[in-house]
């Protein structure tokens, strides 16, 4: 039995703490819903979340387009089937490497901030202030980052998809001797609403993810500085790791048939 014991001590911590993270998810959603609404709050956190991750994510996706357009040449080389390259760049720069990729930027940069700012406020007793003074936390700090990153983050996957896919442009007409006009000729006729369409979804449940997890870890802080970067670590990691697992449940439930 000692090995039993510690086994079952962490999955009941492990239901627990996905217990209250679901919990906490239904109030925030709720806060999201209900009025009053802090306009101000939501478009300084959509001002924050989407024109300054601009810089991070417009990079992230001009190189990957490049990479995805070298290497897939050097494969499809071997097979003539060098045409094929702006299908490939466009399709996965959509459904896959767009989202994914700006999300996890957004999460290091977005999360790690919430649930620094959360922190603190919660060890220096203003979360506390703010019920005294009789306003909801969770509808003045929670719910305007769910909605700002919700609405945000699928603009910001559309801008890192025409990104990614002029970064694939440019070394397919710059550096392959590709003709300019048949490679964005491929890359139109090829593209579908539903491509694009199941990337944004996908954008706007990282986004979700993103703020929750970063709001949850800052606003169950531990005391002490300590407390306030293990949540910011905590928010990094967890949000990071759901962003791929919800990334193939939802590529299973678009394109599984």
Known sequence: MPLVTPLGATVLAFLAATGRLAIFAAEALLACVRPP???????????????FS??????????????????????????????????LVVL???RELGPVLAGLMVAGRIGAAMAAELGTMRVTEQIDALTTLSTNPMQYLVAPRVIAAVVTMPLLVLVADVIGVMGGWIIAN???????????????SFIQASDV?????KAAVFGFLIALLGCYMGYNSD?????????????????????????YLLTEAFFAS
């Not at 996706?61 to 390259?85: C, D, H, K, W």
């Open 197 to 201: 369409i199941s990337g944004l979804v």
């Open 174 to 188: 710059g550096k392959l001797d590709f003709n300019s006009f048949s490679y964005l000729q491929n890359t139109i």
């Open 92 to 94: 996965s720069m959509t």
């Open 223 to 247: 005391r002490g500085a300590q407390g306030v970067g293990r949540a910011t670590t905590n928010a990094v990691v967890t949000s990071s790791i759901l962003i791929l697992v919800f990334d």
């Open 37 to 51: 609404y802090h306009w101000r709050q939501i478009g300084r956190q959509m001002i924050e979340i989407g024109y």
């Open 54 to 87: 601009l810089p991070v994510v417009g990079l992230t996706a001009l190189f990957t387009g490049m990479v995805l357009a070298l290497q897939s040449y050097t494969g499809f080389a071997r097979f003539n089937a060098e045409g094929a390259i702006a299908n």
